[in-house]
Nanobody, 120 residues
Framework: QVQVVESGGGLVQAGGSLRLSCAAS????????MGWYRQVPGKQRDLVAV???????DYADAVKGRFTISRDNAKNTWYLQMNSLKPEDTAVYYC??????????????WGQGTQVTVSS
C-alpha cells in the first residue's frame, strides 16, 4: 500500500506565493517521476510541473518562471513553490507520483487534492 498526502494551498491575493507539499509513504521501493496537476470545474486535469528521479524538470507554459518543483528523495516528498500567483491559477491542485512498490508493482498514485484560490 502506498499513500500520498498533500498539504498547503489556500487563499492568496494575486502576486502572492504559496507552497504545496506532497509526501508518499508505505511500501515504496522507488519513486520515479513526481508531478503536480491542476483542475478547474468542467475541465480536464492538466499537468503543471514534473520532476524526474534524476532531477530534470518540465513546466506548463502558463507557469514557467513562476512555479518551481523540487523533491527530497530521502523523504519521498516533493514540493511546488508558486510565486507571482494569478487569478487564473485558481484550481484544485493534485500531486502524483510513479511508484515502484516493494512487491515490484508499478503504479501512479495521487494525492487528495488541495484548493488554491487566487483573488484579484
Amino acid at each position: 500500500q502506498v499513500q500520498v498526502v498533500e498539504s498547503g494551498g489556500g487563499l492568496v491575493q494575486a502576486g502572492g506565493s504559496l507552497r504545496l507539499s506532497c509526501a508518499a509513504s508505505g511500501s515504496i521501493f522507488r519513486i520515479n517521476a513526481m508531478g503536480w496537476y491542476r483542475q478547474v470545474p468542467g475541465k480536464q486535469r492538466d499537468l503543471v510541473a514534473v520532476i524526474t528521479s534524476g532531477g530534470s524538470t518540465d513546466y506548463a507554459d502558463a507557469v514557467k518562471g513562476r512555479f518551481t518543483i523540487s523533491r527530497d528523495n530521502a523523504k519521498n516528498t516533493w514540493y511546488l513553490q508558486m510565486n507571482s500567483l494569478k487569478p487564473e491559477d485558481t484550481a484544485v491542485y493534485y500531486c502524483s507520483a510513479g511508484v515502484w512498490t516493494t512487491r515490484s508493482i508499478y503504479g501512479d498514485y495521487w494525492g487528495q487534492g488541495t484548493q488554491v484560490t487566487v483573488s484579484s
